[in-house]
């Protein structure tokens, strides 16, 4: 039996899946080789936020050293403002120790003007201050500050380990099927009595997150092929058919029926 390492902590399935991120900030840590700024990007769970804070630790970082962004939970979208407070924070001197860090949770959800605040902090970074930005959607996020961070990628949990809440077959076969096929299933899945009014948290919904994974996963399978463009574009796809389903009153059918000539085409 292999011995559980202090790393082990973080990793909520027992193995040791992104020891290489442990091992890279533990050598950049000893030589002195911190980059201002991080993207970690990966599967949508909390490991990568799990690190980040791991890294403050690491770098012996006082509580108040450290401050996190995120959407909040009747929050849609980072805002400028928020951006503004993390300039703030990093033109501060350390509380304690060395090193200022900021967090940026979920930042596909920065708009324009948030963005672009960014942008300029990456450009003129403070010394002795690190910046990681988070998310599961990094093609969300523009290009001029993607280049200006260090990637980290966070392998995903391999498709055997994934519960049906998470990834359900049934649902990815239907895309296995015939166009027609397919819209009869997209019809009975959309069909709603009266008492099933909210029938979309219970089928729609799962359906469209399995979908998700499953491109993800191919799309990090398959990483050097041609395909990788278009796969791209069918997980922006599927993200914008949710929301749409999320939070409006479109045409659920409809919206499943285009969604899926998307990904057929």
């Not at 909040?72 to 001197?93: P, V, Y």
């Not at 002795?128 to 500050?145: F, H, Q, V, Y």
């Not at 994934?162 to 649902?171: G, H, P, V």
Request: contains cysteine; proline residues 3%; charged residues 30%.
């Amino acid at each position: 039996m292999r011995n559980r390492s202090k790393y082990d902590i973080l990793n909520p399935m027992g193995e040791l899946r992104n020891q290489h991120i442990f091992d890279f900030f533990k050598k950049a840590k000893n030589s002195g080789n911190l980059a201002h700024g991080y993207l970690f990007w990966g599967p949508e769970d909390k490991e990568k936020t799990e690190i980040a804070l791991w890294l403050g630790k690491a770098l012996e970082i006082s509580d108040f050293d450290i401050l996190r962004i995120t959407t909040g939970e009747e929050k849609k979208e980072i805002s400028i403002n928020q951006i503004r407070a993390t300039k703030r924070h990093l033109n501060l001197s350390p509380f304690s120790g060395l090193y200022k860090l900021a967090i940026i949770d979920r930042a596909e959800k920065m708009n324009s003007e948030a963005a672009n605040a960014l942008l300029k902090i990456l450009e003129e970074p403070h010394r002795n201050t690190i910046l990681i930005l988070i998310t599961s959607e990094p093609e969300l996020l523009p290009r001029t500050i993607v280049s200006r961070l260090q990637e980290i990628r966070f392998r995903p949990i391999s498709l055997n380990q994934i519960s049906k809440t998470a990834l359900n077959k049934k649902y990815t076969d239907i895309l296995d099927k015939s166009l027609n096929n397919i819209f009869k299933d997209v019809e009975k899945i959309t069909k709603a009595s009266p008492a099933e009014s909210r029938r979309e948290e219970t089928e729609i919904i799962p359906l469209l997150d399995s979908w998700m994974f499953w491109f993800r996963e191919k799309m990090i399978n398959e990483a050097k092929m041609k395909t990788n463009g278009k796969i791209s574009e069918i997980i922006k796809e599927i993200q914008k058919t949710k929301n749409l389903i999320s939070s409006t009153n479109v045409n659920q059918r409809l919206a499943l029926e285009n969604l899926v000539l998307c990904i057929k085409n």
